[in-house]
Nanobody, 121 residues
Framework: QVQLVESGGRLVQAGGSLRLSCVAS????????LGWFRQAPGKEREFVAA??????SYADSAKGRFTISRDNAKNTVYLQMDSLKPEDTAVYYC????????????????WGRGTQVSVSS
């Protein structure tokens, strides 16, 4: 099994930046896709970004502002968030999957516990 632990969430002003980290541990050798989802109160959990080998896939709301990256040596995936908006406020969840399609479809094999990101105006 795989454990995912997010960190970096905090209160930040609109227009500011924040970098989230997620460290994976356990049987990580089979994890090829890592990503981020978020969930605001009263809303469904939504896809934010994903990365397989390189580059990244993004939700329209994140494209151009967020950047996903990974450091395989550290078993860590990052989400660099710039130009933050109040609507970015949510609990951000790290996710991992063997198959990219399962993660993109909202059904990753593993979830982190989440980290709170709050953006004030």
């Amino acid at each position: 099994q795989v454990q995912l632990v997010e960190s970096g969430g905090r209160l930040v002003q609109a227009g500011g930046s924040l970098r989230l980290s997620c460290v994976a541990s356990g049987r990580t050798f089979s994890i090829y896709t890592l990503g981020w989802f978020r969930q605001a109160p009263g809303k469904e959990r939504e896809f934010v970004a994903a990365i397989r080998w390189s580059g990244g896939s993004y939700a329209d709301s994140a494209k151009g502002r967020f950047t996903i990256s990974r450091d395989n040596a550290k078993n860590t995936v990052y989400l660099q968030m710039d130009s933050l908006k109040p609507e970015d406020t949510a609990v951000y969840y790290c996710a991992a999957a063997v198959r990219e399609g399962s993660l993109l479809g909202g059904r990753p094999d593993y979830w982190g516990r989440g980290t709170q990101v709050s953006v004030s105006s």
